[in-house]
């Protein structure tokens, strides 16, 4: 059962655009929500995280909104370049770190 | 530092062949995890380790096998693996807090394991 759904599947734009990415999920014991970033044969790393009782948060170009009540949170990359190029997976935890459920990732590429 | 080391970076291995993928960390963490990473896929989780002690197998065979010697290190034995099992392995390690805790996983680069 998938717990957390993430769309789009893949995204393509142009340097400097803002690319969306958008995540749905329906278990409202998640508690916190985690977003990675994963580069061809390489592990996923931490980019940004947000607590449920934040509408927004901001780090460098990469940013969180939550909507609490619709269930959705969603990464926006300002200013985006190629070396964002990469697929990102938004996850939520529940309870401690020890339960992480991932979507299904969202493969971006920033052409010049 | 948010680091998570594991070698090899690559392995080859034939269906008869016994080997073993290393992880390890120094943030303290009490939790570590072995996960499985097909391609265009997220990770898939196979082990979990709590203060050193094994507390999910979420199904795994037998041909894997996983060994937490200490609280920095995390092992997976492998032994007669099929060419199915070709992938992506990771570690990651988190801290075992309370709950509503606010920390996630932090993983390795991942070991790209080739089953021939």
């Known amino acids: 059962q998938q717990q957390v759904k993430q769309s789009p599947q893949s995204l393509i734009v142009q340097k400097g655009g803002i690319p969306i990415i958008n995540c749905a999920y329906e278990?409202?014991?998640?508690?916190?929500f985690p977003w990675y970033q994963q580069f061809p044969g390489k592990g996923p790393a931490l980019l940004i995280a947000?607590?449920?009782?934040?509408s927004e948060k901001k780090e460098g170009r990469f940013t969180i909104s939550f909507n609490k009540s619709a269930k959705q949170f969603s990464l926006h990359i300002m200013d985006s370049q190629p070396g964002d190029s990469a697929t990102y997976f938004c996850a939520a935890v529940t309870g401690t770190a020890s339960k992480l459920t991932f979507g299904t990732g969202t493969r971006l590429q920033v052409t010049l | 530092d948010t680091e998570v080391t594991q070698t090899p970076k690559h392995l080859v291995m034939g269906m008869t062949n016994k080997k073993s993928l290393k992880c390890e960390q120094h943030m303290g963490h009490r939790a570590m995890y072995w996960y499985k990473q097909k391609a265009k896929k997220p990770p898939e989780l196979m082990f979990v380790?709590?203060?050193?002690?094994?507390?999910i197998n979420e199904s795994v065979p037998s041909r894997f096998s996983p060994e937490c010697p200490n609280s920095s290190l995390l092992n997976l034995h492998l032994h007669a693996l099929q060419p199915e099992d070709s992938a992506l392995y990771l570690c990651?390690?988190?801290?075992?807090?309370?709950?509503?805790?606010?920390?996630?996983?932090?993983f390795g680069p991942g070991t790209r394991l080739t089953v021939l």
């Open positions: 380790y709590s203060y050193e002690k094994l507390s």
């Open positions: 990651a390690s988190s801290q075992v807090g309370s709950p509503r805790s606010t920390d996630t996983q932090y």
């Open positions: 278990n409202t014991a998640f508690d916190y």
């Open positions: 947000i607590r449920p009782d934040v």
